[in-house]
C-alpha cells in the first residue's frame, strides 16, 4: 500500500497537478479585464468602482502571499491549495450578485485576492522547488509558469465565448467553478503527510528561525533590489490585463480582439517563461532581468507610437507575451541561490507582495485617470519610465549566496 501510495505521488503527478492548477489559478483570473465594461454598465457604476476591486484583489493576493509561502513551507502546498481553490471559486461565483461597491470588494476584491494568494504559480514552484534538486530549480519555476501562461491563452478566448453565449452573468460563475477545481488538484502536490519528504529535507538550507530569515533576508541589499524591482512586473501586467480591453475598445477596435489579444499574450508567455527558466541556468539572472524590463518599456513604447490596428494590436501582445511573467524564473531562482528554499515560499512571497502593490497601483491609478482625463495616456509613459527604472536597479544586485556567519553544509 505505502509503494502505491507514493508512485501516484511522483514527480510525474506532482508537475502535471501542480501546473494545471497554475494554469486554472492565472487563466480564471486573466479574464477579468472582460468584464470591466459590462459589469460595470449593467450597475451603473465608472471604471474606478471595478479597478479599485481589482486593485484590492491584487494588494491582498500580495499581502497574503508571503503568509501563504510560509504556511506551504510549514504544512505543504496540498492543504494551502484547497483553501485557496475554496475562496477563489466563491468570490468569482458570487460576483455577479454584488449590486454594491461594497459586494463587488468583498467578492472579486477579498475572496478572490485571499484565494490566488493560496493558489498562484508561487505556492505550486515552491513546492516544485522542494521535491527537485537545485540543478533543476530554474526549470521547474519556469513550466509551473508557462502553465499559469497556458491557462491565460485557453481562458481569456473561453471567457469571450462564455459571456457571447451565455451573457457575463453566467459567464463568471461558469469561470467560478473552474476556479474550484483546484480543490481536487491539490490532491496531486500531497506527500500524505502534510510535511516535506526526505528528498526536500536534504537540500532545504540552513535551519533559521522565520524571524531570523526575515532578518537575514532585509539586511541583504541585493534583496532588497530585487524586492524593488519586481514591483514594476505587478504595474504592467495588472494594467495591461485589466485596462486593454476597454482601451481597445474607446479606440474603437472590436471588443472581441481584446479576447484574443490577452489570449496570445498567454500563449506567447509560454514561450518565454519557459525560455527564460532555460536561460536562467545559462546567464546571469541579474541581466536577464535587466534586459526584460528595458525590452518591455521599448515594446510599450512602440505600441503607443504607432496608430493602432488589429495588426498593432496583436504584436504587441505577442511581444509583451514574451516578456509577461519571464520574470518569475529568475527572480525566484535569485531567491533561492541567496538563501536557499527551506524559506522559499515565505521569501518569494515577500518579493510578490511587491509585484501585488505594484499591480494595486496598475489598476487603481489607470481607473483613477481614466475617469479624470478621459485617455490611459500618463499610464503607459509612466509603464515606459518604470520598465527602464527597473531594469537598472536589477544591475548591482550580487549573485551568489547570503554570508553566513556560522559554515553550514552547500546546497
Known sequence: MESNSASWRSP????????????????????????????????????????LALAMQNLLWGAAQPFAGGLTDRFGAARVLAVGGILYGLGVALTPLAHSPLMLHLTSGVLVGLGLACTSFTVVIAAFSRRMGPERRAWAAGIGTAAG?????????????????????????????????????SIGLSDGSGKQDGHATAHLG??????????EAFAHRSYVLL???????????????????????????????????????????????????????????????????????????????FPASPV??????????LLWLSTVPPTSGLVSVMFGVRHLG????????????????????????FERTGTYDVVWWLSIALGLASALVHLPIVERPVSRPVAVPAE
Open 149 to 185: 501562461s497556458m491557462g491565460q491563452f485557453l481562458f481569456a478566448p473561453l471567457g469571450q465565448a462564455f459571456i457571447a453565449a451565455y451573457g457575463w452573468s453566467t459567464a463568471m460563475m461558469l469561470l467560478g467553478g473552474s476556479a474550484a477545481m483546484i480543490i481536487v488538484l
Open 206 to 215: 540552513p535551519s533559521l528561525t522565520v524571524g531570523a530569515a526575515l532578518r
Open 227 to 305: 524586492v524593488a524591482g519586481f514591483f514594476v512586473c505587478g504595474f504592467h501586467l495588472a494594467f495591461i490585463t485589466v485596462h486593454l480591453p476597454p482601451y481597445l475598445r474607446d479606440i474603437g477596435l472590436d471588443p472581441a480582439l481584446a479576447g484574443w489579444a490577452i489570449a496570445l499574450i498567454g500563449l506567447f508567455n509560454v514561450v518565454g517563461a519557459y525560455s527564460s527558466g532555460m536561460l536562467s541556468t545559462r546567464m546571469p539572472k541579474r541581466y536577464l532581468l535587466a534586459l526584460i524590463y528595458a525590452a518591455r518599456a521599448a515594446a510599450i513604447a512602440l505600441f503607443i507610437a
Open 12 to 51: 510525474a503527478v506532482l508537475v502535471a497537478c501542480g501546473c494545471m492548477i497554475a494554469a486554472i489559478g492565472f487563466g480564471v483570473r486573466s479574464t477579468y479585464g472582460l468584464f470591466n465594461t459590462p459589469l460595470s454598465e449593467a450597475n451603473g457604476w465608472g471604471r474606478d468602482v471595478f479597478s
Open 312 to 321: 498593432t494590436v496583436l504584436a504587441f501582445a505577442a511581444a509583451m507575451g
Open 346 to 369: 515565505m521569501l518569494f512571497g515577500i518579493a510578490f507582495f511587491s509585484h501585488q502593490i505594484g499591480s494595486f497601483l496598475g489598476v487603481w491609478l489607470a481607473g483613477v485617470m
